[in-house]
Structures are given as C-alpha cells and as structure tokens.
C-alpha cells in the first residue's frame, strides 16, 4: 500500500510540473504574440503617417484636376501611380518641377513615361 501511494505521489509531482512547464511556455507565447501585435501596430501607424504627409504634399504638388486624374490612374494602375507620386515629390524638392502642376503638365508627363516604357515584341519563328 505505502508503494502505490508513493507512485501516486510521485505522478501526481510529475503532472504538477507539466502543468507548470505548460503555464510557462502559454505565457512565453502570449508575451510574443503581445509583442508582434505592438510592432505590427507601431508599423502601421507610420505607414499611415507616411502616406498622410504623401497626400499633403501631393495636395500643395498639384492641381485638383490633377490630382483627380491621379486618383483615377490609382485604381487602374496602383503600383505605377505609386511610382509616379514618388517621382514628383522627389522632383519638386529637387526644384525641377513647376508647382502646381496642372492637368496638362501632369498628362504631358504620363505621355512621356508611356513612351519610355518598351513595349514586348513577339516574334515567331
């Protein structure tokens, strides 16, 4: 009798431990998740500032046709249109761009980025 108590002591110290290594390891992993969560947020939050001092910039840039035009661009060609906001912050702090830029200027523009960008010849043989 004492031997199946002390086997049942002792299984029952075992299983107290794994509840306690268990705990542990949950808590490590919340501790993680609860981190990634705080940094992806930290991310986002400056991603958002971003693309609002992009905008206020865009919004002294250029005119209102402009920029409509450019809204109507973002939904055919997002990550061309992407490029193309870069391109004219860039040249208007680099001073080689006459603000505001009006409609005409800004298609004037488009034309010449279309015309640079080689189209693929398929040939056959």
Not at 56 to 85: D, G
């Amino acid at each position: 009798m004492f031997r199946s108590w002390r086997s049942t002591l002792q299984r029952v110290s075992s299983v107290s431990e794994d509840d306690e290594e268990l705990a542990e390891l949950r808590q490590r992993k919340l501790l993680a998740l609860q981190r990634q969560a705080a940094d992806e947020q930290r991310q986002d939050q400056a991603q958002q500032r971003l693309e609002v001092q992009k905008q206020e910039l865009l919004r002294k840039l250029l005119s209102p046709e402009a920029r409509q035009r450019l809204t109507n661009l973002r939904m055919v060609k997002p990550e061309f249109t992407e490029q193309l906001e870069l391109q004219l912050i860039q040249l208007a702090q680099q001073g080689r761009l006459v603000v505001p830029v009006s409609d005409e200027q800004l298609k004037k523009i488009l034309v010449q980025l279309q015309s640079t960008k080689r189209e693929p010849k398929i040939r056959r043989v």
